[in-house]
């Protein structure tokens, strides 16, 4: 699975997001910010995401995370807005765990 377009906002999001759970400073979620959208610049869209490469690969990894697009949703059997652990060495959507029933 490659890295869309459709994905570039979220990043933006999802980084603006933890910014703000860190730190009530603007200029400091400015400066993330713009470091996510420089980083996006030199993105190679070919290559997948952290959970689709390292999903079923094996290592003792976890994944507790948002499912936040139709893509991830049917690799998980998951709906879109549910918040899912991923135990490790797991391949999905075996043993999928969702934590709420998604959006209110």
């Given at each position: 699975m490659n890295t869309y377009?459709?994905?570039v906002p979220c990043f933006l999001r999802q980084s603006?997001?933890?910014?703000?759970g860190i730190t009530e400073d603007v200029h400091v979620h400015?400066?993330?910010v713009r470091d996510v959208l420089r980083m996006t610049a030199e993105l190679d869209l070919d290559q997948p995401g952290n959970f689709e490469?390292?999903?079923?690969a094996g290592a003792n990894i976890a994944f507790w995370f948002k499912v936040?697009?139709?893509?991830v949703a049917r690799q998980v059997g998951l709906p879109v807005g549910t918040h899912a652990l991923l135990p490790p060495?797991?391949?999905a959507p075996a043993r999928t765990i969702a934590l709420d029933e998604g959006p209110p």
């Open positions: 377009l459709d994905c603006l997001e933890a910014a703000r400015e400066r993330i490469t390292l999903s079923g936040k697009c139709p893509v060495t797991v391949r």
